[in-house]
């Protein structure tokens, strides 16, 4: 049986080290407190919680907790070292904490590392520093390469300096650092810049839900990207489900901890669960959440803005004049006066104008505000570029071809047209569709080809299904483009439903076109019930005529009639197996032919091809 020699055991001082003035007789009158009986009789007990390594599926280390007695109200690790901190024992507290989880970690003989809190606060002290702990760890027969210092960070930390101080000192030691609560502290990211530690532990708040959060997602991978960088290992703390350890586990970050891998005991397992194991161990890769384009909602009028030279209202035409004939491509001048717009000069009005006999004689010397039009439409540089759209077509015409002064708290920075308006909408429609249709809202071909690229640097095997309506044309020119749209929207939804969220991807490549990636082995049966379900439910969008009919008739191009079967779904299945393909343009042209071979056959159907083509060498 393990034990500690009395000469080795850390007694706390009665009388707390910040706390000036606190006399022995202060002292004696609290000493039956409930933290100080704590404190004095050692009624504190370690918990331990498993390090996952997510690549090999192997318990790594533990993270040493702390609790209170049961059944009191300090048996809560906030309520503990809250009230630590609120007598003055924050130190005290700490320091006993730290040699129970050390003499219950040589106890329970842990295997790997073993990572120890420790405060900033804490770290810097001269009474922690002075190599009491790396003692103790000695007689306990620990090694400092196996302590990980997690520093804690649970009140801002200013002193950089004598931290940086701290840890290359017990760096010297042997000990490693990480970094605690990564996104949650008050200068997390600056510890982080200025310490380097070797592991950085994300905030729960962020692991938790980050498979069905895109925004969580996107931290997630940037975080992991920093890391591999600099050569840091992430820790992903408060992992609580499957979805959320195969997201954590797919971005490739290092470690994992939580309730989901195991929870805190005080005889932790040594190794995984079966069911950790068996997501660990498996060939598929998580379905990312699907990230909105919310690149419209980012975009300003200020992107709109080109800076015109402004004229004041006292400019003489004949400078407005000159100014129109030194640059053909200029259009239009705005007027401003102290700052504030005031009108806009219309290049052709102005040219036309003067182009009349003997105007340019007359009002040459004149004041533009001869030639300004007046009241201006005045637009803020921080108006969303939607908004702005509604906005021009509610205003006057004049407006979108003259052009609108865009202005930064009511003075004059710039001019935009309706021109520049309509090309930027085009052009972020335009890159919107490619990340997700704007009919469905499913993701487009950028999503898609990601997820494919991610399938196969995965070396994992899936099955692509390309799907495609049959007689849709026919359809939505007889019952109207929004008769149409809705059949798109109900073969989307059918085939979202086959899909296992999990394990499979449904992206809309466009107009009745969609892609399943699947990773589920009961592919084929979703595949036979979509087909089911469309056929059953997309007769509701025809009338009754044409369906006990089973279609309709009407004239083709030629003025012909001709008769058109209802609307139907094909589905073109490739199993794509690991090294294969090498690219989602080789993935892409196989699913194409096999759509092909599926809309051969009459009425909805399934063509599986059997064929796999190897890359070639």
Known sequence: MFAISPVEVYRPNTMPLSTPGFTHADAQEDSMTPLHEILQQRKLTALFQPMLNLESGEIVGFEGLIRGPANSPLHSPINLFGAAQ?????LETEMLSRQIVLETFAQLDLPGCLFLNVSPETL??????????????????????????????????YDFNAMRSALLHYRSM?????????????????????????????????????????????????????????????????????GELMVVKDIGIALGQGYFIARPSPAPPLVASAETARIINASQIAVFPKAEFAGRAHVTA???????????????????????????????????????PVGLINRYNFIDRFAKPYQRELFGKKSCVTAMQGEPLLVSKDMPIEELSHFIADADGRHFSDGFIITDQGRYIGLASGQDL???LTKMQIEAARYANPLTLLPGNVPINEHIERLLNAATPFVICYCDLDNFKPFNDAYSYRKGDEMIQLAGRILGVACNPKLDFIGHIGGDDFILLMQSHDWEKRCHDALQSFAKLSSSLVSEPHRSAGGFESEDRNGKVVFHPLTTLSIGAVH?????FISHHEVSAAATEAKKMAKRTPGSSLFIEQRCSPVPS
Request: proline share 6%; net charge negative.
């Open 86 to 90: 609120r007598h003055g024992l924050s």
């Open 124 to 157: 810097t002290h001269p009474q922690f520093r002075n190599g009491r702990t790396l003692d103790f760890m000695t007689r306990l027969g620990i090694a400092p390469d196996r302590v990980i210092i997690e520093i804690t960070e649970n009140q801002p930390t």
């Open 174 to 242: 042997g000990f490693q650092i990480a970094l605690d609560d990564l996104g949650e502290g008050f200068s997390s990211l600056r510890l982080w810049s200025e310490l380097r530690p070797g592991f950085v532990k994300i905030d729960m708040h962020f692991v938790q839900g980050v498979d069905t959060d895109p925004i969580k997602l996107q931290f997630l991978k940037s975080i992991q990207c920093i890391a591999e960088s600099c050569g840091t290992k992430v820790i992903a703390e408060g992992v609580e489900t499957e």
């Open 302 to 340: 200020q992107k709109l803005m080109a800076y015109i030279e402004p004229a004041r209202p006292e400019t003489e035409n004949e400078r407005i004049f000159e100014r129109f004939s030194e640059n053909p491509a200029l259009r239009v001048i705005p007027i401003i006066q102290d700052g504030t």
């Open 422 to 424: 309509l090309r930027e």
């Open 576 to 580: 794509i197996e690991p090294g294969k």
